[in-house]
């Protein structure tokens, strides 16, 4: 499938079923476009129409232009077929049932109030509770008994507040290294976080162990305070602030991202991301809201507008930024066009439900984070694994392919079929799409693409 | 070719053949947590360069 846009000056084709990415010129992109449905003869007369007066548009030139395309079609480089389908179904059946990576909640509960969380203030709408010990390591063992011969296995502490229960978080990590090798392992650990308890130990701590950090920021002072707040109220800005730069500092280039969530009050989140890059942060990311449509917080379809200009906006400030450089990270555009994953990758995507799953303080199983506390979704548990075979089969069979709204989008295989809390919490079914959420990913993806094409070609404009 | 610049990118058809090994990094495109989408993954198979 070929997807063509204009960005920034840039005129960008990509060719999805290969993954070819090509910049071209105005006189291609019109060529491209009618290259499948036209005749050689009609394209030119409507080409020299269209540019009559151009000096470099001859029917010469054309002939050359449209040499090339053929060229690119036969190296299968343009307008390759797309012949996945197949690959969707043996590829899960092939993976088996490999869990390589657990979401533990190790604290149902959250010194913070967020009136947005999707949690509900770390309860997932259940009581309180922290994970302890006893469970973590029955998770982390059934992890490992679970993960066949994969060697990357992935747990992240999550909430909740995860330092709530910070003890256990250090326990299980040390648990883990201590039986790694024998079982020939390698555990990669993550921690997300609001950042009320930030100290000296967790941020030495967790600078060891954890690969990633997340950190919870939401941009400026106002945005953030207005939803962020504890439990009398106040913002949280000013506390955790510095205990983020200490820890960013303190990190030493290892991975960690400042994450924010933007609503319908701040839909013009650069701003969010300029007031993150004066604080001295330079791997951010910006997310919009997950919450019901009622909701005060979600998106309105005005908003959604807006945010399709601030992610377009903000490719050009990442761009500006590189060239007086003081270059930043967004976490969506960050693509990876010659090492990215393979096309099994790009079929399956997240795997929540299959070889990934959420783990509750009680043990319980749901495919993900976001299906914690959703009853019909709970898989099983880690001491007796997979009971809920039906509901493991949904999620089993979520994949690029699936869903007739995915058929002809070009953007199937870097989003792999979407995510499917999204598409429960939009159409009611994991086997459904969150329209508004494909609207602003094909745009992230447009706009992660377009700075790739940047960096490859001189400037334009 | 004068009016097309094409990016060096991995072949996904070739990676088909190949077959995955399924080391990667599990990706959620979601809002709250590490939110890794699929694109932004790095490849971990061995054999791959
Ligand atoms: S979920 Fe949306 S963006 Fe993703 S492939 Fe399907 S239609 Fe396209
Ligand atoms: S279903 Fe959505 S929220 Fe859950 S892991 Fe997948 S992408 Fe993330």
């Given at each position: ?28 992109y ?20 269209k ?6 548009v001859t ?15 036969q ?19 092939r ?38 010990f ?14 066949g011969?994969?060697?990357?296995l ?10 709530m229960?910070?003890?256990?978080v ?6 883990a ?6 079982h ?8 997300t ?21 997340v ?10 305070d207005r939803?962020r707040?504890d439990?009398?109220?106040n ?32 839909p ?31 998106l ?9 200009k ?12 590189k ?20 096309i ?7 795997g ?29 548990d ?48 994991v086997?459904?799409i ?7 990913f094909k ?12 960096d ?6 | ?9 991995k ?14 990094q ?24």
């Amino acid at each position: 499938m070929v997807h063509q846009y204009k960005l920034n000056g840039y005129h960008i084709v990509l060719d999805t079923c290969s993954g070819s990415v090509h910049a071209v010129d105005e006189v291609a992109y019109d060529i491209i476009g009618l290259y499948e449905e036209k005749t050689e003869e009609e394209i030119t007369a409507q080409i020299l129409e269209k540019y009559r007066g151009r000096e470099d548009v001859t029917r010469e030139e054309i002939r050359l232009c449209l040499a090339d395309v053929a060229k690119l079609k036969q190296q299968g480089k343009l307008f390759t077929p797309d012949t996945y389908a197949p690959l969707a179904n043996e590829f899960k059946e092939r993976s088996g049932n490999v869990v390589k990576a657990l979401c533990l909640h190790v604290a149902h509960t959250c010194n913070l109030n967020c009136a947005y969380c999707f949690a509900s203030q770390g309860k997932y709408h259940g009581e309180r509770a922290l994970m302890s010990f006893e469970t973590g390591k029955r998770a982390l063992d059934f992890l490992i008994e679970h993960s066949g011969s994969r060697t990357n296995l992935e747990v992240d502490f999550f909430g909740g507040e995860p330092l709530m229960n910070w003890e256990v978080v250090k326990q299980l990590v040390l648990y883990a290294r201590s039986v790694e090798k024998e079982h020939r392992k390698n555990f990669r650990f993550t921690l997300t976080t609001n950042g009320m308890l930030i100290d000296d130990d967790v941020i030495d701590f967790a600078n060891r162990e954890m690969s990633n950090v997340v950190l919870s920021l939401d941009g400026r002072k106002e945005v953030h305070d207005r939803l962020r707040v504890d439990y009398a109220g106040n913002g949280s800005f000013d506390r955790i602030v510095p205990k983020f730069q200490k820890l960013v500092a303190a990190r030493g280039g290892k991975n960690y991202y400042m994450r924010g969530t933007f609503t319908h009050q701040n839909p013009d989140f650069t701003r969010d991301i300029d007031e993150m890059l004066r604080l001295g942060f330079t791997e951010l990311s910006m997310e919009p809201v997950v919450c019901a449509p009622a909701d005060p917080a979600a998106l309105t379809q005005e908003d959604l507008t807006v945010v399709l200009k601030e992610y377009e906006l903000l490719a050009q400030k990442m761009l500006d930024a590189k060239r007086e450089g003081k270059e930043f990270t967004f976490y969506h555009y960050m693509i990876d066009l010659t090492k990215g994953p393979c096309i099994y990758k790009r079929i399956s995507g997240c795997g929540s439900g299959t070889e990934y799953m959420a783990v509750t303080p009680w043990g319980d199983l749901y495919p993900c984070h976001q299906f914690v506390g959703e009853e019909k979704y709970k898989l099983g548990d880690i001491w007796n694994g997979i009971s809920n075979h039906g509901a493991q089969e949904e999620f089993c069979a979520c994949n690029a392919y699936t869903r007739k709204e995915c058929e002809d989008c070009w953007a199937k295989l870097y989003c792999s079929g979407g995510c499917a809390a999204n598409a429960y919490h939009a159409a009611g079914s994991v086997s459904g799409i969150y329209a508004a959420g494909c609207e602003l990913f094909k745009k992230r993806m447009e706009c992660a693409v377009m700075l790739q094409v940047a960096d490859a070609l001189p400037r334009q404009e | 070719m004068k009016r097309i610049q094409t990016l060096e990118t991995k072949n996904l058809c070739e990676s088909a053949k190949k077959g995955g090994c399924g080391e990667c990094q599990t990706s959620c495109q979601s809002a709250c947590k590490t939110s890794c989408g699929i694109a932004n993954q790095k490849c971990e198979k061995k054999d791959e360069r």
